[in-house]
């Protein structure tokens, strides 16, 4: 994060705390409370704190567009995107993924010649791959200068104190984030753009705590696909480990798995075209003997 991020983060955290430390108490009502937990305003502030703790705990648990269910649980990370989580659900067995930018490293069930992980580079063409991250500061950026957001009320989430808001936003909403708030640095807001340019309806349930980190995202997309719901949750922020690679000796790239995979067809074919002519040849001995061969 360059300098004027962090400069930008500091105000906003130190415009926040004013907020909601002393507007209640300059207005001495309801109308203090109001600006107090103004959406846009109080999205924007948890959204630069957010940014600059770079790292936290995430817990999710997803119905998929064809009704199964996933989860993800261990550390996401923003800027680049990141993650260090086990993969649960969606008929497959429990699998650990590690993210850095757009490599993407899979633990592997049985090891390939010693090496545990398969590394995938989710580029193409050199440019970066488009994909949403479901990390905590991508869901506030899906919100930045959002007007159809609205503050429903103090709440306690999982035990934990916080503000409660919510929204049903079009994917042109979406296209439109950040813009009249200008809280992302341009790559950011321009990379979020194209990632959800295929959503068309988005319903969202917002819980920011009173640390200003939000602590739960129960959301709905939907796209030409279907409708998926997500839940998550997340929790020590700036305090999660960074998301770090695997030792490089125990890592395999993905085209290398599948040469091994096509070597074993391969492999798989020869001794096949040789059980075929070894039975070509016995039949060929019963037959010469007089016997019953063995085709038909």
């Known amino acids: ?124 063409d050199g440019k970066p791959g488009v994909r949403l991250n479901e990390d905590p500061a991508e869901y506030l950026a899906m919100l930045l200068g959002q007007d159809k957001l609205t503050h429903v009320g103090a709440e306690q989430t999982d035990g934990i104190d916080a503000q409660h808001y919510k929204g049903s936003f079009t994917g042109a909403d979406l296209l439109k984030a950040d813009e009249s708030t200008k809280a992302m640095e341009e790559k950011n807001r321009q990379y979020l753009h194209e990632s959800v340019k295929h959503i068309t309806a988005f319903e969202v349930d917002l819980w920011i705590g009173a640390d200003g980190y939000p602590v739960r995202v129960d959301s709905s997309s939907t796209d030409a696909k279907g409708t998926s719901k997500t839940t998550a949750k997340f929790s020590d922020f700036g305090k999660a480990a960074a998301v770090q690679p695997p030792p490089a000796d125990q890592v395999v790239t993905f085209d290398a798995v599948m040469k091994g995979v096509d070597a074993d067809l391969e492999q798989v074919d020869k001794d096949l075209a040789q059980a075929d002519k070894d039975l070509e040849e016995a039949d060929k001995t019963l037959r010469d003997a007089g016997l019953p061969g063995l085709r038909r």
């Open 1 to 124: 994060m360059n300098k004027a991020v962090r400069t930008r983060a500091g105000v906003a955290i130190g415009g926040a705390a004013l907020l909601v430390g002393g507007l209640t108490a300059c207005d001495g009502g309801k109308g203090g409370d109001a600006k107090a937990h103004d959406p846009v305003e109080a999205v924007k502030a948890s959204y630069l704190k957010t940014v600059a703790a770079k790292f936290a705990k995430a817990e999710l648990s997803t119905v998929d567009k064809d009704g199964k269910t996933s989860a993800q649980s261990g550390t996401k990370g923003w800027y680049p995107s990141g993650h260090d989580v086990v993969l649960k659900g969606g008929g497959e067995p429990d699998s650990r993924s590690i993210m850095m930018g757009d490599t993407v490293y899979t633990q592997m069930d049985k090891p390939l010649k010693g090496k545990t992980w398969m590394q995938m580079d989710l580029s193409k």
